[in-house]
């Protein structure tokens, strides 16, 4: 098998939106002293991630705003894009680095390079969507690397999303292309307030309510996405990989455990092994206890290092 990759870059700590923001910087300094203090980064090759090019962002937002994002550079302090979301000096050259990471992803794993590649970056991209930044999202990172998978001749991508909070820009960039299976699990009601959109059959919502755990988590998983997967048969897997579902996150009211997100890295390898075996790309996006959210992506990274 192919080595697995880690990808990041030192501008992904620069970008910050003041104190006490959850967000933060230190969120990728938790994953990193927790893969080393067990030993799993021995595991992994790691790489740097480039800028993306301004081809592979027009893919999937609107020259308008990728030049709002890139001209909008404080030369200190914070500019506010909404209530929640800020950029500072750094955060433009955080956010092409965030975006090139996927591309990077999908270049080794289409030269069969590498069999699985986490992008452990920020900001975070799910809620960017195709002309609009919000929700700590700047560009939409996953379907910036779904965009250059098509781009390299794919036809059929499958995004998985199971962050807490529903990945309104990814489903905004591709509401209604048939090359673009979108799964999801999310707390509903909650930010950003999805209502879902039946017309679109590329998809697959599976809501959970306040209080829901691992066995509602696991049944949507295993009746909802599974089948819609083995129907659509994806050439490559990406991964929106949120923690924030978890017990211990603040932002929200799931309650996954550790295991379930080790238990979600098994069913995604499974499906993996018979349509697309080797491309497997995960990009982090929330996760705000940075205790839990250590211990999450060690469990989910654990089975495709085969440790």
Not at 65 to 72: A, D, F, I, M, P
């Amino acid at each position: 098998m192919s080595p697995t990759y880690w990808i990041s870059h030192p501008s992904c700590a620069q970008h910050e939106m003041g104190e006490g923001h959850p967000e933060a910087p230190a969120r990728l300094w938790a994953i990193e002293d927790r893969l080393r203090a067990i030993g799993l980064d021995l595991f992994l090759d790691r790489d740097d991630a480039p800028e993306a090019s301004t081809e592979a962002l027009l893919r999937v937002h609107t020259a308008e705003h990728v030049e709002s994002v890139l001209r909008t550079k404080p030369t200190q302090g914070y500019v506010r894009i909404d209530p929640d979301t800020m950029m500072n000096p750094h955060t433009a050259v955080a956010a092409l680095h965030a975006a090139g990471a996927g591309v990077r992803a999908v270049d080794l794993v289409m030269s069969k390079r590498a069999s699985f590649v986490f992008c452990a970056v920020r900001p975070p991209g799910h809620h960017a969507e195709r002309a609009r930044a919000m929700g700590f999202c700047f560009f939409n990172n996953i379907a910036v690397a779904a965009g250059e998978a098509l781009a390299r001749g794919l036809s059929r991508v499958a995004i998985l999303d199971f962050d807490v909070h529903y990945g309104n820009g990814t489903a905004d960039i591709f509401r209604n292309d048939e090359r673009v299976l979108l799964c999801s699990t999310y707390e509903h009601p909650l930010y950003p307030y999805w209502a879902g959109n039946p017309e679109d059959t590329e998809i697959v919502d599976a809501p959970l309510a306040a209080g829901d755990g691992s066995a509602e988590y696991r049944h949507a998983i295993t009746h909802r996405w599974i089948p819609s997967l083995e129907a659509f048969k994806p050439q490559m897997i990406l991964v929106s990989a949120g923690f924030d579902a978890h017990v211990r996150d603040p932002l929200a009211s799931l309650e996954l455990t550790d295991d379930d997100y080790y238990w979600t890295a098994q069913q995604i390898l499974a499906v993996a092994s018979r349509h697309c075996p080797g491309r497997v790309i995960a990009m982090l996006e929330g996760g705000y206890d940075t205790h839990a959210l250590a211990r999450c992506v060690e469990a989910f990274v654990r089975p495709f290092v085969g440790a």
